[in-house]
């Protein structure tokens, strides 16, 4: 069974930093692409970074530079580092598992404040 588990969100002020985390349990982590979604209120989810098993990274043009995907194939774990954080970082954060369909964590709240 498939289960992703994120921590780390939470609310920072403007130009602060979260470190958002996800555990993974049920697959063979180190073959799998991890990304991290988010939602914002009335938004659709979008795409935030991606990492693949062998840690290729992709990022949405509005955190390149900001945010850091990163993966430790050891613990099964992919993590997600902000900084620099603006109030429109403001959403539900969703990691993403890529294997027969997508699975996906319950999310977690990164409330920025201006």
């Known amino acids: 069974q498939v289960q992703l588990v994120e921590s780390g969100g939470g609310l920072v002020q403007a130009g602060g930093s979260l470190r958002l985390s996800c555990a993974a349990s049920g697959i063979i982590f180190s073959a799998i692409r991890m990304r991290w979604y988010r939602q914002a209120p009335g938004k659709q989810r979008e795409l935030v970074a991606g990492?693949?098993?062998?840690?290729?990274?992709n990022y949405a043009d509005s955190v390149k530079g900001r945010f850091t995907i990163s993966r430790d194939n050891a613990k099964s774990t992919v993590a997600l580092q902000m900084n620099s954080l603006k109030p429109e970082d403001t959403a539900v954060y969703y990691c993403n598992a890529v294997l027969e369909r997508d699975y996906w964590g319950q999310g977690t709240q990164v409330t920025v404040s201006s």
């Open positions: 990492i693949t098993g062998g840690g290729t990274t």
